[in-house]
């Protein structure tokens, strides 16, 4: 099998590509500008953000190498909601989600046999409504400061969440199964 990388630092990412039979990858964390044109969809943003990121890192890989990048944003009413700056970033941003339906997109970029494929992996995910003084608790435990749309679902986030519709997994940050067939056209076989 050709040498796999894994363009991401995410600690999530690297959980779930070990989750998937890739246990044998390196890590290389690309230094990209992450800004994309205004007007793009929420997939056509994640896709040109993590196309950025893969491209970055097949630069600078041997050609037989296999590079996987993601870059997962959640979007409410088609507005995308990055990383909070601060905690009171994070408590605008959860009471904005709270009781509210919004979407968690994720652009998978797999570079390999000199062609990338770059698909996106869209989750619909319900919050219930919670109180300013709940939102806070979460805040005060650290966990939504490194996280788009300021919360973890694989972590005490998921004690906001009422509902899920499409991949789990996409909304921890890498969605399995889309993954799981990209690399299959490059020869990565999972049940062999």
Known sequence: MSKIILASGSPRRQELLRRMGVADFEIRVPDVDESFPAGLSPQRTVEHISRKKCDAVAAKSAPNTIIIAADTMVFLDGEPLGKPVDETDALQMLTRLQGCKHMVCTGVS????????????????????????E???????????????????????????????????????LPVLRLSRMLERFGVSFFS
């Not at 770059?118 to 409504?129: G, L, Q």
């Open 135 to 173: 939102l806070l608790q979460y805040i005060h435990t650290g966990e939504p400061m490194d996280k788009a749309g300021a919360y973890g679902v694989q972590g005490r986030g998921a004690l906001l969440v009422e509902g899920i519709h499409g991949d789990f997994y996409n909304v921890m940050g």
């Open 110 to 133: 797999v570079h390999g046999l000199n062609q990338t494929l770059t698909e996106s992996e869209s989750t619909d995910v319900f919050f219930r409504p919670a109180s300013p003084a």
